[in-house]
C-alpha cells in the first residue's frame, strides 16, 4: 500500500512538472516582442563572446607556432645548468644514442646543436658571434629561419658556413669568402675553423642576422674537441598547447641525463603576453556577459509586475507560491534555451567558416610575411570558448527569475485582485 501510494506521489510530481514547463513556454510568447529581444539580447552576447575567445585561441596558437618555429622548437633538452650558464662544457653526453631512442618516440621530430662562442674574422675585420652546429636536414623539419636564405644556400659539407646578413655587412664577407673562427676548445685549447660562405640569411631580427652562424654540427663537435657531446636537442611536437604526452615520453626517455624544457619556459615573454591578454579579453566580455544579464533581470521584473493581478488570482485559487515560482524561473531557461541555440548555432558557423578561410590582418600582411607569419587570424574552437558565455548566462537568467520571483512571495491575493 505505501508502495503504491509513493508511486502515485511520484506520477503526480512528474505530471506537474511537465504542465509547468508547458506553461512555462505558453506564457514565454505571450509578448513575442519582448521575448526575442531578451532571448536576442543572449544570442547576440554568446555569438560575440564565442566568437571573440575563438579567435584570441586561435591568435595564441599562431603565436605560439611563430615564436617556437622561428628558431626554438617547442620543446628542449640541455644540461641542467646550461640554460643559465652557457659554457661550452656544460653538455648532453652521447648525443647520439640519445637522438636515436628520441627518434622513436612518436609524433615528435628532433634535431641536435652544439653552440660556441667564436671570433669571426675576414680579411681586417674580426666581429664576435655565436657558432652554432646543426644538422640542417632535421632542423628544416623544425623551424623556418633556414627559409630567409638571402644569398647562396645551406651548408652541405663540414667546410661551409651560413652567415647572418648583418654579420656578413660586418666582416665584408661575399659568397665564396673565407672566414675564419676562433674560440676556445672544451679542454681549454685553442678551436680554429677555416670556413667558406655559401649561404646569407636574413631573418628580419637583427639580433639574430648579426650573432648566428651556422655550420655542421660534426664541423664545430671537431674544432671544439666536443667528441659526441651537444648542447640542446630541440624537439617538435604536434601542438605547442598541449605538450603534455611528448614532455612525459621525452623525460621518459632522457632521465638524468638533461632537462626537458617547453616553450614557456624558454620564452617566458610570450607565455605571458598570452596571460595577459587572456585576462583582458576575459574582463571584457565578462562585462558583456554581467550587462545582458541585468537585462534580463530587468525584464523578468516587468514581467512579474505586470502579471501581479494574474498570480494574485493564482494565488487566491489555492495555488502554492512555490509552482508560480518554478513557473518563472521555467521561463528564465527557456528564453536563454532560445537565446543560447541561436547564439551557438551563428558561433560554430562564423567559426568554422574563418578556421577556414582565416581573417585578413590588413596592412600587417607584409610585415607578418617578413617574420614568416601568417597573413591571417584563424579563430580556433575550444570547449572553453564554446561553453563559457552559454553557462555564464545560464546561471544569469536563473538569478533573474529568482530575484523575479521575490516580489511573487510578498503578494496579497486580495490586493492583487483590486490592483490594476
Known sequence: MAESTLRDTDSVAKAASGLTARIAWRNLWRNKRRTWLTAGGIAF?????????????????????????????????????????????????????????????????????????????????????LLVGVDFEREQEIIVLFNGIKEGRLPQNEEEILLGATMARNLGARIGDE??????????????????????????????????????????????????????????????????????????????????????????????????????????FGTILILVSFSVINTFLMIVFERTREFGMLLAIGMRPGLIIRQVIAESFFVWVVGAGIGLSLSLLLVGWLSVSGIPVGDMGEFAETLYVSDRIYPALSMFGLLSAPLVLLVGTQIAGFIATLRIRRIRPVEALRGE
Open 179 to 284: 672566414v675564419v673562427a676562433l674560440g676556445t676548445a672544451k679542454e681549454g685549447g685553442v678551436a680554429a675553423m677555416a670556413q667558406r660562405v655559401v649561404g646569407i640569411y636574413q631573418s628580419g631580427q637583427a639580433e639574430v642576422d648579426r650573432t648566428l652562424m651556422f655550420v655542421e654540427l660534426p664541423a664545430l663537435q671537431n674544432a671544439f674537441a666536443l667528441g659526441d657531446e651537444v648542447h640542446k636537442i630541440v624537439i617538435s611536437g604536434q601542438d605547442p598547447q598541449s605538450l603534455e604526452t611528448e614532455i612525459a615520453q621525452v623525460r621518459r626517455v632522457v632521465g638524468n641525463a638533461g632537462i626537458t624544457r617547453d616553450w614557456g619556459v624558454i620564452m617566458p615573454e610570450v607565455r605571458q603576453a598570452i596571460q595577459v591578454d587572456l585576462i583582458g579579453g576575459l574582463l571584457v
Open 45 to 129: 552576447a554568446t555569438l560575440i563572446v564565442c566568437f571573440g575567445m575563438s579567435a584570441q585561441v586561435g591568435t595564441y596558437g599562431t603565436m605560439i607556432e611563430n615564436a617556437t618555429r622561428f628558431l626554438e622548437g617547442h620543446l628542449q633538452i640541455s644540461h641542467p645548468e646550461y640554460p643559465d650558464d652557457t659554457r661550452l662544457e656544460n653538455t648532453i653526453t652521447s648525443a647520439t644514442e640519445l637522438v636515436r631512442v628520441l627518434d622513436a618516440v612518436p609524433n615528435i621530430k628532433v634535431a641536435p646543436r652544439a653552440e660556441a662562442f667564436a671570433l669571426m674574422s675576414s680579411d681586417d675585420r674580426s666581429f664576435g658571434g
